[in-house]
């Protein structure tokens, strides 16, 4: 299966800065590549799909970049409803599989 | 709009079967396929499978295989994790999740909690 390495585990940032997610496949996955917003007790959101497209509603300040095995996750002028786990998943291998997550908290 | 609305918290004892609806509505329930994930308590997303209202395929994680049911029943738009052998580490939030755009899980159910407890 294709495993899905995020870095940094956990990221501190304080409200305003930028923060940058990564996350690597084991091996390519094209642009098949979604990244999800968890806050506690809820379910996931759907942020970026096909490595860069901003899903539904998502804010201009979430964009997404990579393709193969390297991908970006990167928030810009953080708000204070962005302080979440963000989880990154691969959909274009059987099994799907997520990232272990990247928890972002404030400063 | 789209709806995906899940069955209610469940409590069952080691080695008991559990078995989560999902009901949805607000689209044509046989053009999108349905997967499942999980969420252990603290932990992070675990995909289990897929299923296909429109034929019934289904795919399973391996490690679930021969303990996992997937169906859908298209009469009421509906579809249904059961999960059989249940064991303290099933304990988890259990969700269903539909693609949109892209075939990334765009519509994700509210959760369903499921404890397995002696």
């Known amino acids: 299966e294709v495993v899905l390495t995020q870095s940094p585990a956990s990221l501190s940032v304080s409200p305003g800065e930028s923060a940058t997610l990564s996350c690597r496949a084991s091996?390519?996955?094209?642009?098949?590549l979604a990244w999800y917003q968890q806050k506690p007790g809820q379910a996931p959101r759907l942020l970026i799909y096909?490595?860069?497209a901003r899903a539904t509603g998502i804010p201009a300040r979430f964009s997404g970049s990579g393709s193969g095995t390297e991908f970006t996750l990167t928030i810009t002028s953080l708000q204070s409803e962005d302080f979440a786990i963000y989880y990154c998943?691969?959909?274009?291998?059987?099994?799907?599989?997520f990232g272990q997550g990247t928890t972002v908290d404030i400063k | 709009q789209v709806q995906v609305v899940q069955s209610g918290a469940e409590v069952k004892k080691p080695g008991a079967s559990v078995k989560v609806s999902c009901k949805t509505s607000?689209?044509?329930?046989?053009?999108?396929?349905l997967s499942w994930v999980r969420q252990a308590p603290g932990r992070g997303l675990e995909w289990l499978g897929w299923?296909?209202?429109?034929?019934?395929?289904?795919i399973y994680a391996e490690k679930y295989q021969g303990r996992l049911t997937l169906t859908t029943d298209t009469s009421t738009t509906t579809a249904y994790m059961e999960l059989r052998s249940l064991r303290s580490d099933d304990t988890a939030v259990y969700y269903c999740?539909?693609?949109?755009?892209?075939?990334?899980?765009?519509?994700w159910g509210q959760g369903t909690l499921v404890t397995v407890s002696s």
């Open positions: 999740a539909r693609p949109g755009a892209g075939s990334a899980f765009d519509y």
């Open positions: 607000g689209y044509t329930f046989t053009s999108f396929h």
């Open positions: 299923t296909s209202p429109y034929n019934g395929n289904t």
């Open positions: 091996r390519s996955v094209g642009s098949s």
């Open positions: 096909l490595a860069s």
């Open positions: 998943q691969q959909y274009n291998d059987w099994p799907r599989t």
